[in-house]
Protein backbone atom coordinates (compact mmCIF):
# COMPACT_ATOMS: atom_id res chain seq x y z
CA UNK A 1 0.00 0.00 0.00
CA UNK A 2 1.36 3.38 -0.95
CA UNK A 3 2.27 5.98 1.57
CA UNK A 4 -0.09 9.20 1.90
CA UNK A 5 1.24 12.49 1.49
CA UNK A 6 0.94 12.61 6.04
CA UNK A 7 2.57 9.33 6.63
CA UNK A 8 5.55 10.81 4.28
CA UNK A 9 5.77 13.81 5.71
CA UNK A 10 5.62 12.20 9.03
CA UNK A 11 8.15 9.67 8.02
CA UNK A 12 10.53 12.67 6.97
CA UNK A 13 14.02 13.01 8.69
CA UNK A 14 14.81 16.87 9.26
CA UNK A 15 18.63 16.75 8.77
CA UNK A 16 19.04 20.26 9.67
CA UNK A 17 18.45 18.45 13.67
CA UNK A 18 20.33 15.54 13.25
CA UNK A 19 23.53 17.63 13.41
CA UNK A 20 21.55 19.81 16.34
CA UNK A 21 21.23 16.36 18.03
CA UNK A 22 24.83 15.65 17.13
CA UNK A 23 26.42 18.78 18.70
CA UNK A 24 24.44 18.65 21.93
CA UNK A 25 25.51 15.05 22.37
CA UNK A 26 29.15 15.55 22.16
CA UNK A 27 28.49 19.13 24.32
CA UNK A 28 26.57 17.01 26.87
CA UNK A 29 27.35 14.10 26.86
CA UNK A 30 30.76 13.93 25.87
CA UNK A 31 31.72 16.52 28.62
CA UNK A 32 33.64 14.98 31.86
CA UNK A 33 31.41 13.10 33.77
CA UNK A 34 32.01 10.22 36.55
CA UNK A 35 31.79 7.48 33.45
CA UNK A 36 34.29 9.79 30.84
CA UNK A 37 36.40 10.59 33.30
CA UNK A 38 36.63 6.59 34.95
CA UNK A 39 37.37 5.19 31.16
CA UNK A 40 40.37 7.87 30.80
CA UNK A 41 41.95 6.71 34.26
CA UNK A 42 41.63 3.57 33.34
CA UNK A 43 42.72 3.60 29.94
CA UNK A 44 45.46 5.17 31.22
CA UNK A 45 46.10 2.83 34.84
CA UNK A 46 45.18 -0.23 32.47
CA UNK A 47 45.29 0.07 28.88
CA UNK A 48 42.40 -0.39 26.28
CA UNK A 49 42.62 -4.21 26.42
CA UNK A 50 42.20 -4.54 30.01
CA UNK A 51 39.59 -1.83 30.30
CA UNK A 52 37.48 -3.33 26.94
CA UNK A 53 34.70 -5.21 29.07
CA UNK A 54 34.56 -2.19 31.60
CA UNK A 55 34.17 0.05 28.41
CA UNK A 56 31.65 -2.19 27.29
CA UNK A 57 30.45 -2.05 30.93
CA UNK A 58 29.68 1.63 30.45
CA UNK A 59 28.17 1.43 26.86
CA UNK A 60 25.37 -1.38 27.77
CA UNK A 61 24.55 0.66 31.09
CA UNK A 62 24.54 3.88 29.38
CA UNK A 63 22.52 2.66 26.34
CA UNK A 64 19.74 1.03 29.30
CA UNK A 65 19.70 5.27 30.72
CA UNK A 66 18.87 5.90 26.84
CA UNK A 67 16.17 3.26 26.36
CA UNK A 68 14.52 4.42 29.66
CA UNK A 69 14.34 7.99 28.39
CA UNK A 70 13.42 7.32 24.86
CA UNK A 71 10.27 5.14 26.67
CA UNK A 72 9.65 7.70 29.12
CA UNK A 73 10.53 5.94 32.10
CA UNK A 74 12.67 8.45 32.95
CA UNK A 75 10.32 10.79 33.86
CA UNK A 76 8.67 8.61 36.12
CA UNK A 77 11.98 7.58 37.93
CA UNK A 78 13.87 10.71 38.26
CA UNK A 79 10.98 11.76 40.57
CA UNK A 80 11.02 9.09 42.83
CA UNK A 81 13.36 10.53 45.52
CA UNK A 82 14.09 7.02 46.84
CA UNK A 83 15.10 6.02 43.62
CA UNK A 84 17.49 9.10 42.82
CA UNK A 85 19.13 8.25 46.14
CA UNK A 86 19.92 4.71 45.33
CA UNK A 87 20.94 5.38 42.17
CA UNK A 88 23.43 8.40 43.78
CA UNK A 89 24.79 6.01 46.78
CA UNK A 90 25.30 3.29 44.16
CA UNK A 91 27.64 5.67 41.70
CA UNK A 92 29.32 7.23 44.79
CA UNK A 93 30.27 3.40 46.25
CA UNK A 94 31.51 2.08 43.05
CA UNK A 95 33.61 5.34 42.17
CA UNK A 96 35.41 5.27 45.14
CA UNK A 97 36.49 1.67 45.17
CA UNK A 98 37.21 2.36 41.43
CA UNK A 99 39.08 5.58 42.24
CA UNK A 100 41.25 3.85 44.80
CA UNK A 101 42.23 0.93 42.64
CA UNK A 102 43.60 3.90 39.93
CA UNK A 103 45.37 5.78 42.56
CA UNK A 104 46.98 3.15 43.55
CA UNK A 105 47.61 1.21 40.13
CA UNK A 106 51.58 0.67 39.18
CA UNK A 107 53.02 1.93 36.59
CA UNK A 108 51.95 0.38 33.57
CA UNK A 109 55.31 -1.97 32.95
CA UNK A 110 55.23 -3.38 36.42
CA UNK A 111 51.49 -4.37 35.82
CA UNK A 112 50.98 -8.08 35.84
CA UNK A 113 47.75 -10.11 34.62
CA UNK A 114 46.52 -10.95 37.59
CA UNK A 115 46.39 -7.31 38.86
CA UNK A 116 42.53 -6.28 39.11
CA UNK A 117 40.96 -4.14 36.11
CA UNK A 118 37.61 -2.21 35.88
CA UNK A 119 34.91 -5.48 35.41
CA UNK A 120 32.05 -5.21 32.78
CA UNK A 121 29.36 -5.44 35.51
CA UNK A 122 31.35 -2.63 37.58
CA UNK A 123 30.62 -0.73 33.97
CA UNK A 124 27.10 -1.10 33.50
CA UNK A 125 26.83 -0.27 36.91
CA UNK A 126 28.04 2.94 36.58
CA UNK A 127 26.60 3.43 33.27
CA UNK A 128 23.02 2.93 34.95
CA UNK A 129 23.93 4.86 38.44
CA UNK A 130 25.56 7.58 36.80
CA UNK A 131 24.03 10.98 37.74
CA UNK A 132 25.17 12.78 35.31
CA UNK A 133 24.05 10.08 32.19
CA UNK A 134 20.20 10.34 33.32
CA UNK A 135 20.43 14.41 32.79
CA UNK A 136 22.30 14.72 30.29
CA UNK A 137 21.08 11.81 28.31
CA UNK A 138 16.98 13.50 28.94
CA UNK A 139 18.58 16.58 27.82
CA UNK A 140 20.36 15.61 24.49
CA UNK A 141 17.25 13.36 23.75
CA UNK A 142 14.92 16.21 24.10
CA UNK A 143 17.16 18.67 22.33
CA UNK A 144 15.72 18.16 18.59
CA UNK A 145 13.13 16.59 16.96
CA UNK A 146 14.29 14.25 13.71
CA UNK A 147 10.95 13.22 12.27
CA UNK A 148 6.97 14.35 12.85
CA UNK A 149 5.99 10.75 14.17
CA UNK A 150 6.90 10.55 17.47
CA UNK A 151 7.51 6.53 17.19
CA UNK A 152 10.28 7.14 14.13
CA UNK A 153 11.43 10.54 16.16
CA UNK A 154 12.22 8.30 19.11
CA UNK A 155 13.51 5.23 17.21
CA UNK A 156 15.66 7.37 14.92
CA UNK A 157 17.20 9.37 18.33
CA UNK A 158 17.53 6.06 19.74
CA UNK A 159 19.69 4.52 16.98
CA UNK A 160 21.49 8.08 16.77
CA UNK A 161 22.60 8.57 20.39
CA UNK A 162 23.65 4.79 20.98
CA UNK A 163 26.45 5.55 18.28
CA UNK A 164 27.19 8.70 20.16
CA UNK A 165 27.75 6.45 23.33
CA UNK A 166 29.98 3.97 21.73
CA UNK A 167 32.16 6.82 20.18
CA UNK A 168 32.33 9.32 22.63
CA UNK A 169 33.12 6.46 25.43
CA UNK A 170 35.28 4.82 23.07
CA UNK A 171 37.29 8.16 22.66
CA UNK A 172 37.74 8.94 26.24
CA UNK A 173 39.38 5.06 26.84
CA UNK A 174 41.65 5.98 24.01
CA UNK A 175 42.65 9.40 25.71
CA UNK A 176 43.66 7.67 28.55
CA UNK A 177 45.34 4.26 27.16
CA UNK A 178 47.23 7.46 24.86
CA UNK A 179 48.96 8.95 28.61
CA UNK A 180 50.18 5.41 29.55
CA UNK A 181 53.46 5.67 27.45
CA UNK A 182 53.98 8.56 29.74
CA UNK A 183 53.51 6.70 33.00
CA UNK A 184 56.17 4.04 32.65
CA UNK A 185 58.40 6.18 35.70
CA UNK A 186 57.02 5.55 39.12
CA UNK A 187 56.74 8.60 40.53
CA UNK A 188 55.10 10.57 37.00
CA UNK A 189 52.78 7.01 37.30
CA UNK A 190 51.55 7.30 40.56
CA UNK A 191 51.44 11.53 40.58
CA UNK A 192 48.92 11.16 36.95
CA UNK A 193 46.91 8.45 38.87
CA UNK A 194 45.71 9.55 41.97
CA UNK A 195 44.89 13.44 40.04
CA UNK A 196 42.55 11.07 37.81
CA UNK A 197 41.31 9.44 40.88
CA UNK A 198 40.90 12.95 42.72
CA UNK A 199 39.31 14.22 39.42
CA UNK A 200 37.06 11.27 39.27
CA UNK A 201 35.63 11.25 42.48
CA UNK A 202 35.50 15.35 41.74
CA UNK A 203 33.43 14.95 38.87
CA UNK A 204 31.21 12.57 40.48
CA UNK A 205 30.48 14.65 43.87
CA UNK A 206 29.26 17.24 41.09
CA UNK A 207 27.26 15.20 39.80
CA UNK A 208 25.68 14.07 43.11
CA UNK A 209 24.79 18.10 43.74
CA UNK A 210 24.00 18.80 40.04
CA UNK A 211 21.44 16.38 39.69
CA UNK A 212 20.23 17.08 43.27
Do not use: C
Amino acid sequence: MALTEPHLAAATVHWGQVGTLLLASVAIMGSPGPATISLTAAGSAYGVRRSARYLTGIIAGSTAVLAAVATGVTVTLLTVPALRTVLAVASAAYILWLAYHIATAPPVTAQTATKQSPSLTGGALLGIANPKAWVAIAVVFASAHLTANAATDAAAKTATLTLMIILINTAWLIVGASLAPLLRDRRRSRVVNVTLAVTLVGATAFAVVYQA
